[in-house]
Structure formats: C-alpha cells, structure tokens
C-alpha cells in the first residue's frame, strides 16, 4: 500500500514563471492538504481539498492555487513566483472527518 | 487564534538519557494535540495525539506526551533516547485534520 507520493521531488525555477506540483494521497483517503515549509520553520497551512472543492484556505495569496480530481490526487500552482516562495511543500491524506494526516516527503521548490 | 510555541530551537542529549520537549498552544476551544517527527528530508510522521480524555498519551517508538490545560502545554518525553531519534519534533494545535498550526520545531541531537 503506497502511502502519500509528491512529485516532483526537487524543483528549481526562475522568479516569474509558474510550477505545478502534484500529489497522491494514500489509498483510501479522500482530504488533501497542501503545507509550506520554510528553511527552519513548522509547516504552514495552504488549503485542503475535498470531493474537488477547496474547503479550507490559510493565509496565502491568490497566486497559490489548486485543484483535486475524481481519483483524489490534487496538484498545488504557484503562479508569479518570488524567491520568498522557495521551500518544502508538504501534501498530506487524510479520510473526511478524520484526525490522522499522512505526510508525503515533500518537493523542495528553489526559486532563482 | 490558534498558535503554538516551541521554546526550545535545539536540544543536545546523550543517549540513553532521558528527553522532553516543550510545547506551549493557544487555542480558543479544546484543542486538539498533535507531536510529529521528520527526519531530514522526510516528510512528518505523526508520534501521538490528543483529542479527549486522559492527559496522559502514549505514543509510538517510546514517547508520551502529557496535556496540561492549566499552562497550556503538550509536553513530548521519552524515557531513554536512541540514536535514532535524532530528528526535527514539532508540535501542532488544531480541530481535527483542518488548518494544522505547527510550532517552529525543535532539532534534537542525540550524542554516542
């Protein structure tokens, strides 16, 4: 049983330009959220998806955006990226309602 | 709002002798608790939880944690430390699996 998968695993872009990365929850899990995590810092919360809606957002602007399809997988966009944007981006699975995440090991994201 | 502190940037103990890590939250109702371990360049693996009940949780590989409403703290112990356990803890505050917010991590250190 595969657990959360992130790709890709490292990714390297120039400010302005626009990354996609995806996400595959863990078979079963239906909840997906997306974190930042800054060099030497927590995760920081993003949004979350469920049944292909965003259901929840924390403190990010607009040029973060993301989208979960019918197989539960979502991918997370940044558009116009700024050099504030490098980190690790953690997604995690989760079951509705259910209080347990499951961490993928995350795409660190350099922007130059 | 809900927040959570870590005082404790980096901790150094020697193996075998015994470790706790403090966590200190905000949170307007009962929270919910949460300890996680990464491990560099992993992803967050959860170490326990707390929703309700007794204050004090049993964790997996040997830690505990012990919620205390009147400080406000969710303090992460283990009686013995391995090599192993080498990693970055952090703690978390949240309702359920919606908008997680995590401290800033401390980085344990085990020496030989």
């Known amino acids: 049983d595969a657990g959360v998968t992130q790709s890709p695993t490292h990714l390297i872009k120039t400010r302005g330009q626009q990354v996609t990365l995806r996400c595959s929850p863990k078979s079963g899990h239906d909840t997906v959220s997306w974190y930042q995590q800054a060099l030497g810092q927590g995760p920081q919360f993003i949004f979350q998806?469920?049944?292909?809606?965003?259901?929840q957002r924390g403190n990010f602007p607009d040029r973060f955006s993301g989208h979960q399809f019918p197989n539960y997988s979502s991918e997370l966009n940044v558009n116009a990226l700024l050099l504030g944007d490098s980190a690790l981006y953690l997604c995690?699975?989760?079951?509705?309602?259910?209080?347990?995440?499951?961490f993928g090991s995350g795409t660190q994201l350099s922007v130059l | 709002a809900q927040s959570v502190t870590q005082p404790d940037i980096h901790i150094t103990v020697s193996e075998g002798a015994s470790l706790e890590l403090r966590c200190n939250y905000s949170?307007?109702?009962?929270?919910?608790l949460f300890w996680y371990v990464q491990s560099p360049g992993q992803g967050l693996q959860l170490l326990l939880k707390y929703f309700s009940g007794d204050t004090l949780v049993q964790g997996i590989k040997g830690f505990e944690a012990e919620f205390k409403r009147s400080q406000s703290s969710f303090n992460l112990r283990k009686p013995s430390v391995h090599w192993s356990d080498a990693a970055e803890y952090f703690c978390a505050v949240g309702a359920g699996n919606n908008d997680m917010r995590f401290g800033a991590g401390t980085r344990l250190t085990v020496k030989p």
């Open positions: 998806y469920y049944e292909e809606e965003e259901r």
């Open positions: 995690a699975s989760s079951l509705a309602g259910g209080e347990k995440l499951f």
């Open positions: 949170y307007g109702a009962t929270p919910y």
